[in-house]
């Protein structure tokens, strides 16, 4: 499995990692500390250096509730951030978190390698049309409703045939579209309990079915610091913990917060691996 992003073909036989980088101020646990361009870029270096291969910038907190930015904040957020770091590390993959076009648009000319949709496309018309015609891989997200009202949504028939059938539709309507490269995301936390965000981690396998790159994003999520009494700064050994299920079940990029122990997370799913 390989996808292209700015003409760097990335091979994802091995998995690979992608970097949160939130510049926010609201984001459930680092928000705000990455909203100044100085302490962004810092950020951006530390991770590549820990082995990251995508950075994904994002300027709309999608927590639970969130709050409603406007398309002219986020934009005034993340396009600085995005030419900053294009400018001084030529060669990152940047990945961005959007679902809105216009945003999506003015980052990919800004350089930008990919977009990281949590709607699917279902909460803009024409973001497919603009990731096509500028050639990106696009990750499509399992989400219902919007972060405001997602929690509101979690009745399902049933989890995970629902989610592939999601799935199955997007990835044709993607693919109609033009787009070529294809990852999906199931969204952990997103319209989902806390129970269905574990049946879902026992049963990623079965999303492999669908013949596409799966992205895993549980980093320091609830389903982990609720299940361990806990808070989100306390979660990196939980979070850890997981990652590794996420590998054995077919994940092929974790994104998380940090990069190093995600790394080296890796390596010793690959060493279980290749003996």
Not at 10 to 33: A, E, R, W
Not at 60 to 69: C, D, E, L, T
Not at 111 to 132: E, H, Q, R, T, Y
Request: proline share 4%; net charge neutral; aromatic share 6%.
């Amino acid at each position: 499995m390989t996808i292209n992003c700015n003409e760097n073909l990335i091979d994802l036989s091995t998995p690979k990692i992608m970097g949160i980088l939130n510049v926010t101020p609201d984001s459930f646990y680092d928000g705000g500390k990455f909203k100044n361009i100085e302490n962004a870029l810092l950020q951006t270096e530390k991770m590549l250096n820990n082995g990251a291969t995508f950075i994904d910038v994002g300027a709309y907190s999608s927590k639970p509730g969130a709050n409603i930015v406007s398309e002219k904040e986020e934009l005034a957020r993340i396009l600085p951030v995005v030419t900053q770091i294009k400018n001084s590390f030529p060669n990152c993959i940047i990945s961005i978190d959007t679902f809105r076009s216009s945003i999506a648009k003015a980052c990919l000319e800004a350089g930008a390698g990919l977009i990281n949709d949590i709607s699917g496309g279902n909460l803009d018309p024409k973001m497919f049309s603009v990731v096509a015609k500028l050639g990106a891989p696009y990750i499509i997200m399992h989400m219902r409703g919007t972060p405001q009202n997602m929690q509101q949504n979690t009745n399902y028939d049933n989890l995970i045939k629902d989610i592939i059938f999601y799935f199955s539709e997007q990835i044709y309507k993607v693919k109609e579209a033009g787009i070529n490269d294809i990852v999906i995301d199931p969204g952990f936390g997103f319209a989902k309990t806390i129970e269905q965000n574990y049946e879902l981690l026992n049963k990623l396998d079965l999303l492999q079915n669908l013949d596409v790159p799966i992205l895993a994003g549980l980093s320091r999520k609830s389903m982990i610091y609720k299940t361990l009494n806990t808070d989100a700064k306390n979660t990196l050994n939980g979070t850890t913990a997981l990652h590794m299920v996420c590998l054995n079940n077919g994940a092929k990029i974790l994104r998380v917060h940090d990069v190093k122990e995600a790394v080296e997370c890796v390596h010793l799913y690959n060493a279980l691996k290749n003996n």
